[in-house]
Nanobody, 115 residues
Framework: QVQLVESGGGLVQPGESLRLSCAPS????????MGWYRQAPGKGRELVAA???????NYADSVKGRFTISRDNAKNTVFLQMNSLKPEDTAVYYC?????????WGQGTQVTVSS
């Protein structure tokens, strides 16, 4: 069973930054795609950013120019750098890994942006 261990959430003020980390229990190159989703209260889960095994990155329009997804091969970790955070970014953020149409999910980490 694949496990995804997330870290890095917290409470910040608007305009500040956070970095989320996701470390899977097997090589990040075992997955076709790894990414981050989020779910705000009363809303559905939405894609925030994803990176394919080939390195292609994809972002939600709402975070383009502010968020960056990356990976560190040596640390076997995927990161989500979130800059210029806004109150509407408040949500539980979930790491996702896709392998042959099977989706694995992390436990979720809370990000709250509030003054």
């Amino acid at each position: 069973q694949v496990q995804l261990v997330e870290s890095g959430g917290g409470l910040v003020q608007p305009g500040e930054s956070l970095r989320l980390s996701c470390a899977p229990s097997k090589s990040i190159f075992s997955f076709n795609t790894m990414g981050w989703y989020r779910q705000a209260p009363g809303k559905g889960r939405e894609l925030v950013a994803a990176i394919t095994i080939g390195g292609t990155m994809n972002y939600a329009d709402s975070v383009k120019g502010r968020f960056t997804i990356s990976r560190d091969n040596a640390k076997n970790t995927v990161f989500l750098q979130m800059n210029s955070l806004k109150p509407e970014d408040t949500a539980v953020y979930y790491c996702n890994a896709n392998q042959r149409a099977i989706n694995y999910w992390g436990q979720g980490t809370q990000v709250t942006v509030s003054s």
